[in-house]
């Protein structure tokens, strides 16, 4: 009422003459609505308020096409193009991914709805109740105390969080009581800044940065039931395509599963900021059809192969420091701050994902990794052109 009022009050002002003409001259493109007619005026509006609906329509329609081009993108996107590495939510190729988009676009759709049905009436009031000529004159009718409309914004609004919250929790339980069946593959993932540390503690298979797992295909469910910890701070493993993100939190256990049906590569990476090259911490997930997971275990579980062609850059390779952070499995290098390299030619990429494991990539790793991964933990290790070369000969015998 009160604003009403004084809305009015505002309004009227303006019709007096001499304010409009002092106004008129500090900013004559202020009332462009006015005449001049004097004080019964029937065509005179309000520009500020006019000014304000605008506004507030505007605003309204570039958040409706902003929230519709998100939506679309998610759906679009996958079907155009080469879908090959895209890591779209909408896309899942796995429980518990399936199920969390599920649950995602039922909630969406309710508060779609809402959104639809609260934005329709704002802009049906907005139009049909705008400031017309003689408004002035008389007061809108005055609803009060209406016990049907307010039961109504308040017992539905309430069974609307109460599905919401029913449809969550059940997707939630069902996800994290699922217990391993023995056929699982057990794995924990160390986040580390900036890469990851897998390590398969029954196979005893140590690794970094591919998560190697077993297709859950038409003999049987073969689920990875992965533990989640840190070294350092907190990191957040997520591959879109597989599961939901879960935190890896020092001196913390976290858990999660997954259960991908289809071989490939899938893509992940840190989601939550955890320092310089917080944006190069990328994970793949290699999904393996069950035999050839077999098979790519077993390699894996093999020592260091020893060649003679690369005696020398051996050499190097353990005269230096490097042997305080990395591991070769059946050497004398046993480090833990750094990825093992047991099997590095195995991967398809180096320094978690920031290049492919090139022979020019692997040199300018060797010889100043800063230039690949500005702040990285390895150091510049000042070896000459031939000791680099060297050692990449013998890190690419390390298959
Ligand atoms: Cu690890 Cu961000």
Request: proline content about 6%.
């Amino acid at each position: 009422m009160k604003k009403t009022n004084s809305h009015n009050q505002n309004c009227s002002s303006l019709q007096n003459r001499e304010e409009v003409g002092a106004r008129d001259e500090q900013n004559p493109t202020t009332f462009a609505y006015e005449t001049k007619d004097g004080p019964n005026a029937s065509s005179l509006v309000c520009p500020s308020m006019r000014i304000r609906h605008h506004k507030m329509l505007r605003t309204l329609l570039l958040f409706a096409f902003a929230l519709t081009c998100v939506v679309f993108a998610g759906h679009v996107e996958p079907v155009l193009g080469n879908t090959d590495g895209v890591t779209s939510i909408f896309r899942p190729l796995s429980q518990p991914a399936q199920e969390i988009k599920e649950l995602s676009v039922l909630v969406l759709a309710i508060c779609g709805s809402i959104f639809v049905v609260v934005a329709g009436l704002l802009v049906y009031a907005i139009v049909r109740f705008r400031h017309r000529a003689g408004d002035e004159l008389s007061e809108p009718p005055q609803v009060y105390g209406s016990n049907q409309i307010e039961l109504a914004w308040t017992i539905l609004p309430l069974l609307i969080v109460f599905v919401l919250i029913l449809v969550t929790s059940r997707t939630i339980a069902n996800i994290q009581n699922r217990k391993p069946p023995p056929t699982a593959v057990q794995a924990t993932v160390i986040g580390h800044q900036w890469w990851w540390e897998i390590r398969y503690p029954e196979l005893g298979i140590v690794t970094a940065n591919e998560l190697h797992v077993p297709a859950s295909d038409g003999r049987g469910s073969r689920p990875t039931f992965l533990k989640l910890q840190s070294a350092d701070v907190a990191h957040s493993f997520w591959v879109p395509l597989l599961a939901g993100k879960t935190d890896l939190i020092p001196n913390r256990k976290n858990l999660m599963w997954i259960e991908p049906t289809k071989p490939g590569v899938y893509l992940g990476n840190c989601a939550e900021y955890c320092g310089t090259q917080h944006a190069r911490m990328l994970i793949r997930v290699v999904v393996h059809p069950p035999d050839e997971f077999e098979r790519w275990a077993r390699e894996q579980q093999q020592s260091a192969s020893v060649e003679t062609s690369a005696a020398a850059g051996r050499k190097v390779f353990f005269a230096n420091s490097c042997v305080n952070c990395h591991t070769i499995g059946g050497t004398s290098a046993q480090g833990k701050f750094g990825p093992d390299l047991t099997h590095l030619m195995s991967r398809e990429t180096l320094a978690a994902g920031a290049a492919p494991n090139t022979t020019d990539n692997l040199r300018l790793w060797v010889r100043d990794p800063q230039k690949i991964k500005v702040g990285c933990l390895m150091p510049n290790m000042q070896l000459t052109d031939d000791q680099v070369d060297q050692v990449v000969a013998y890190l690419q015998t390390l298959k």
